[in-house]
């Protein structure tokens, strides 16, 4: 089943404009990853945000996380050609060190930068 | 540092065989990791493997199964192949157990079961 569900599915956009995608979950998590994928290759991963925090910057990257509403942005700022890929949520939910952890992705944003 | 390395890349079987994909995770990983990944959907988690033991299982069949050796390396298994196995099965590693640490992904393995 999917935790997170990616909003919106696609997006094109301006190379040069800023491209916002929000992730919702439905349990309590420890943390949220998001990930980026170029066509069908490995996953890239771009930043971790804990549930104790609620906003981090990694370059042109900007996440915000809202616990109580379930909810995670990814903000990229000054897109290019290149951001063009599928970008992930991810969550942790699991609720011990020994238990089931696995990270509970959602069904992607497909994010399309025209030049 | 090499990242997480998968082979193969790429694997044509047909149904009812047996395939093997292999995982290297980074270098000092102890933690590894398998997603399936089908077309257009996101990776679902297969298994878990930290310390050679497995601590994490998925909802998929008995036909998959898994193991992590002294060197941390790990093998997915799938017997009994369907169509609908075909997917990109993908890798991950991290340097402690589970997913409360960044997850590096290898590259995949794409399969195609005919």
């Known amino acids: 089943s999917q935790q997170g569900e990616e909003d919106p599915q696609a997006l094109s956009i301006q190379e040069g404009e800023n491209a916002t995608m929000n992730c919702s979950y439905k349990?309590?998590?420890?943390?949220l990853q998001w990930y980026r994928q170029n066509s069908g290759r490995g996953l890239v991963h771009l930043i971790l945000?804990?549930?104790?925090?609620r906003e981090k910057h990694s370059g042109r990257l900007r996440v915000t996380l809202d616990t109580s509403k379930k909810s995670s942005s990814l903000l990229i700022t000054a897109s290019r050609a290149a951001d063009t890929a599928s970008y992930f949520c991810?969550?942790?939910?699991?609720?011990?060190?020994?238990?089931?952890?696995?990270?509970?992705f959602g069904t992607g944003t497909r994010l399309t930068i025209i030049p | 540092d090499a990242g997480v390395t998968q082979s193969p890349t790429h694997l044509i079987k047909t149904r009812g065989q047996h395939v093997t994909l292999r995982c290297s995770p980074i270098?000092?990983?102890?933690?590894v990791s398998w997603y399936q990944q089908v077309l257009g959907q996101g990776p679902q988690f297969i298994f878990q493997?930290?310390?050679?033991?497995?601590?994490g299982r998925g909802n998929f069949p008995d036909r998959f199964s898994a193991r992590q050796f002294p060197n941390y390396s790990s093998e997915l298994n799938v017997n009994a192949l369907l169509l609908g196995d075909s997917a990109l099965y993908l890798c991950?590693?991290?340097?402690?157990?589970?997913?409360?640490?960044?997850?590096?992904f290898g590259p995949g393995t794409r399969l195609l079961v005919l």
């Open positions: 270098s000092g990983h102890k933690s």
């Open positions: 493997y930290y310390e050679k033991e497995e601590r």
């Open positions: 945000i804990r549930s104790n925090e």
């Open positions: 349990t309590s998590i420890n943390n």
């Open positions: 991810a969550t942790d939910a699991s609720s011990s060190n020994f238990g089931n952890e696995k990270l509970t």
């Open positions: 991950a590693s991290s340097l402690l157990q589970g997913a409360r640490e960044t997850q590096y």
